[in-house]
């Protein structure tokens, strides 16, 4: 028994020293714009942090058009992702309904953008919502999603719930998760679950995949809501180290920029701290979480070498 463990643990260290032979380059697979930033500013920031691509919604006052708009005259950089957060969603109103049509048949989006499901009450400008995996407005993204070959992005903050709620969104999402084998489905914010958590997850599921917005210290240290923090000072914590090599085809990078603040201050240093992380990793599972999996899952075209 102790020599199988000595060999186990020899082997991931053998695997976690393998330094990465080529450029790390990131698809950041989910962030927001509102009307402080302009396209401009954008690409400027992804060029600072080292992103190629962002798959970009938008946010408050900044429509779902202009980002289409902006996607058209920089294709190789972002991905229109179609709007669903708004006071239409929240109401569950028929405008909500309608404008997500609209912007389906219009053709010119290449992601659907996350389906909140519980968001905790942060600040004055993103209140609580509480909608279930099982709810309607769910039902209409899912089938969008489904339609055009789409992952669907799940917002659960786990960590913020608990008792007889936390228990039925999980129940429900395992339902989703059940009943829909072949859809692709993300979890934002690694939902707020632990390592082991995340593991029982994927091993019991084929088709849960998890985005790793918000999981590092930059971004923890910046807030106070109970986001899982992956690292432990700027290297990833052991368990997290284990379960990306185990399992490199299920993680997902994102940063989740909502306001101007977040493409303006924290951006770059969070990206610094990713990419000395995945330099750490053997050098597919680097790609595969850095950029691999979006463009797998999203269907979009790596760079040309």
Not at 14 to 29: G, K, M, N, P, R
Not at 80 to 97: A, D, G, I, L, Q
Not at 99 to 105: P, R, S, T, V
Not at 283 to 297: F, K, S, T, W
Request: overall charge positive; aromatic content about 10%; hydrophobic content about 45%.
């Amino acid at each position: 028994m102790y020599k199988s463990a000595f060999i186990a643990i020899f082997c991931l260290a053998c695997l976690t020293t393998q330094a990465v032979s080529s450029e790390i380059y990131f698809i950041d697979a989910h962030s927001q714009v509102d009307e402080e930033n302009d396209r401009a500013e954008l690409i400027q920031r992804m060029d600072a942090a080292g992103v190629r691509k962002t798959i970009l919604s938008s946010r408050r006052k900044r429509s779902a058009v202009d980002v289409a708009d902006w996607a058209e005259q920089n294709p190789d950089r972002l991905i229109p992702s179609v709007r669903v957060k708004s006071k239409h969603y929240k109401k569950n109103t028929r405008k909500f309904y309608k404008k997500l049509a609209k912007q389906l048949k219009s053709g010119r989006f290449g992601a659907i953008s996350e389906v909140l499901m519980y968001h905790a009450q942060k600040g004055s400008h993103a209140g609580e919502v509480i909608v279930y995996p099982d709810d309607a407005r769910v039902a209409a993204v899912l089938e969008a999603a489904g339609a055009n070959n789409w992952p669907l992005v799940m917002h659960i903050e786990f960590s913020a719930i608990s008792g007889e709620m936390r228990r039925n969104f999980y129940t429900k999402m395992e339902n989703l998760l059940s009943t829909h084998p072949a859809q692709a489905f993300c979890l934002i914010h690694m939902g707020q679950l632990d390592a082991e958590q995340v593991t029982t997850l994927i091993d019991k599921y084929k088709n849960i995949y998890f985005l790793t917005a918000h999981s590092n210290p930059v971004a923890v240290k910046r807030s106070s809501q109970p986001w899982v923090n992956m690292f432990q000072g700027n290297t990833l914590a052991p368990a997290w180290t284990s379960l990306l090599i185990k399992h490199p085809d299920r993680f997902i990078f994102a940063v989740d920029n909502v306001w101007a603040e977040h493409w303006r201050n924290a951006y770059t240093g969070q990206l610094a701290i990713w990419r000395q992380a995945l330099q750490a990793l053997p050098d597919r599972v680097a790609h595969a979480v850095a950029h691999g999996n979006a463009e797998r899952l999203w269907n979009i075209s790596a760079p040309a070498q």
